[in-house]
């Protein structure tokens, strides 16, 4: 038997002996291991996004879940209550700027059908998940950047804000003056973890996912990460499931993070197992990994959802008829 094989039977086996200690209403999420259990829809709809201001976004996009709404809906609007929150340093109109103080903002969308569209670079605009979700309706493209973007913003109507906001800009002014060294090659930082990426299933089986942030603080001009990268920072396939990521986009774009945890669900591997493998081999292609946290967030078509880190710390919420709650993710190491 192959390592992973081994693995994957141990815990099935422990799943199984967990089972027969457990209430009923557990069980259907505790199953998420059995092929039996796989062939019939564990649960719908429901909505799971990044950190603890997925908790907020969350209700939002149940308002739209509860009423039969579709997840489409149910995700832009949801990740727009982050991209409005003047305190989150990491998503929309709070977030920092750029080495030179300029804030960019990145975001994608994408649907049942493997429709998608994503924005990057974009500066000045209040939500760019409904400029991503303008692209992947009104135009044959999927991405738009910098000025273009901005420009199509603008021509649709897109609510302005002024960036960045003024305490963002008190901070950016003081970390120039204290990084001479950083200035000319930006740190990650502990900080720098707010992205949200939320995935939802709604009553009728379909499935989407969107995500939006300002990247990493104080990065190169031109810089852009996974989260407005179809396959990186957002993937969904409405025949197997969804997934995204959040952390440091460099290494989840190399391995292709979502797209690569939709592939694993399609293997047949759990929503869990899919995210600890993609964590693994992020792991494998980094030589070091100080500083290294990624998380990956993943759904199946069914309702069983995983999520994993690198390093621990990484929370997500989930929002179900039955459910609302936030929720430490595994991890494969301590700080
Ligand atoms: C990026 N992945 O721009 C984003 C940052 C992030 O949680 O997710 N922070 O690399």
Not at 279 to 304: M, P, S
């Amino acid at each position: 038997m192959s390592d992973l094989k081994r693995r994957t039977f141990f815990k099935l086996g422990l799943a199984g002996a967990i089972m027969s200690l457990v209430k009923p209403s557990n069980a259907a999420e505790l199953l998420e291991s059995s092929s039996e259990t796989k062939k019939r829809l564990v649960q719908t709809p429901i909505v799971i996004s990044t950190w603890n201001h997925g908790l907020a976004a969350n209700a939002e996009a149940w308002k739209e879940l509860e009423n039969n709404g579709n997840s489409l809906d149910a995700v832009e609007k949801g990740v727009m209550v982050t991209e409005a929150d003047l305190t989150n340093r990491s998503v929309g109109v709070g977030g920092r700027p750029d080495r030179d103080g300029h804030v960019t903002l990145d975001a994608c969308i994408m649907d049942h059908k493997s429709r998608c569209g994503a924005v990057a670079c974009l500066e000045g605009i209040a939500h760019p998940i409904s400029v991503a979700r303008e692209v992947m309706d009104s135009t044959q493209h999927v991405m738009l950047v910098g000025e273009g973007a901005r420009e199509f913003a603008l021509d649709y109507g897109f609510e302005k804000a002024k960036m960045p906001i003024k305490e963002v800009k008190k901070d950016w002014k003081k970390w120039k003056k204290e990084n001479k060294e950083a200035f000319e090659k930006p740190e990650i930082n502990h900080e720098n973890h707010d992205t949200i990426g939320m995935l939802a299933l709604d009553a009728n089986g379909k499935l989407s996912g969107a995500c939006t942030t300002s990247g990493w603080a104080y990065k190169l001009p031109g810089r852009v990460g996974d989260s407005p990268i179809i396959g990186a920072g957002l993937f969904v396939d409405n025949e197997i499931g969804a997934a995204c990521a959040t952390g440091m986009g460099e290494a989840v774009i190399r391995i292709a993070g979502s797209h690569t945890v939709v592939e694993l669900m399609r293997q047949g591997y759990t929503p869990q197992q899919a995210c600890e493998m993609a964590v693994d081999r992020i792991i494998q292609k980094h030589e070091d990994l100080t500083g290294l946290q990624v998380g990956f967030l993943a759904l199946d078509k069914y309702g069983n959802y995983g999520a994993y880190s690198v390093y621990e710390g990484f929370n997500f919420a989930l929002k179900t008829a039955r459910k609302e709650d936030l929720i430490d993710a595994g991890f494969n190491r301590k700080w």
